[in-house]
Nanobody, 124 residues
C-alpha cells in the first residue's frame, strides 16, 4: 500500500503562485496514476489535476485549466502541483491521491490511496 505525504501548502495572497509536492513511499511509483483533489469548507471534493504514471498526459477541469500544472519525477517518487494566479476560490485542503492504474482518474472516487492533505488559504 502506497503512502503519500503532501507539502508546500500555506497562506498566500491572490494572484501569486504556490507549488505543492507529494512524496510517495512505493518504489513502483511510476505505475500509479496520480491526482490532486481539493476540498473547500461546505463543498464537495474536486479533482484539480490528474497525471498518468509516465507523466506524459495530464487532466485539468475548467476551473483550473491554464493556471494549474501537474508534473512528476518518478526517480524521486514525487508528484507536483504548480498553482499560478491563485484565486480566493482555490482555498481548501489539497490532497494527493494515487490509483493502481497508470491512467489518471477524472473523479476523486477513482483514487484509492490518499495523503493527509495540506491547507492552502488564498486571501485578498
Amino acid at each position: 500500500q502506497v503512502q503519500l505525504a503532501e507539502s508546500g501548502g500555506g497562506s498566500v495572497q491572490a494572484g501569486v503562485s504556490l507549488r505543492l509536492s507529494c512524496a510517495a513511499s512505493d518504489r513502483t511509483f511510476s505505475t500509479y496514476g496520480m491526482g490532486w483533489i481539493r476540498q473547500a469548507p461546505g463543498k464537495e471534493r474536486e479533482l484539480v489535476g490528474g497525471i498518468t504514471g509516465s507523466g506524459r498526459r495530464t487532466y485539468y477541469p475548467d476551473s483550473v485549466k491554464g493556471r494549474f500544472t501537474s508534473s512528476r519525477d518518478n526517480a524521486k517518487n514525487t508528484v507536483y502541483l504548480q498553482m499560478n494566479s491563485l484565486k480566493l476560490e482555490d482555498s481548501g485542503v489539497y490532497y494527493c491521491a494515487a490509483r493502481t492504474y497508470a491512467a489518471f482518474g477524472t473523479a476523486p472516487s477513482h483514487y484509492s490511496y490518499w495523503g493527509q492533505g495540506t491547507q492552502v488559504t488564498v486571501s485578498s
